[in-house]
């Protein structure tokens, strides 16, 4: 699930370095979409997640990925496009 906004990033980031802003531009913001889906799908899930920790002492390996933090920096990189 993590794997297509992370593809687009670095397409966007491969066009970029081409001087081709417009692609990079929609890359960057197709990646930035992708990550914002994947922080409401995580949001929905914490409550299986707290369920597991109670049930198994330990926390799941799920989630490995932060979407907040890969959405930051790819919002970031968008405005540099635009400075």
């Known amino acids: 699930m993590a794997l297509v906004p992370r593809m687009a990033r670095v397409q966007g980031l491969v066009a970029r370095a081409r001087g081709d802003d417009a692609e990079a ?37 799920v989630g490995l990925v932060e979407p907040d933090r890969e959405l930051a920096r790819v919002v970031g990189e968008l405005a540099e496009l635009e400075v």
Do not use: F, H, K, N
């Open 25 to 61: 531009r929609r890359r960057l913001t197709e990646a930035a979409e992708g990550w914002r889906r994947r922080r409401s799908w995580v949001a929905r899930q914490a409550e299986e997640y707290m369920a597991a920790l109670v049930d198994l002492g330990r926390p799941p390996i």
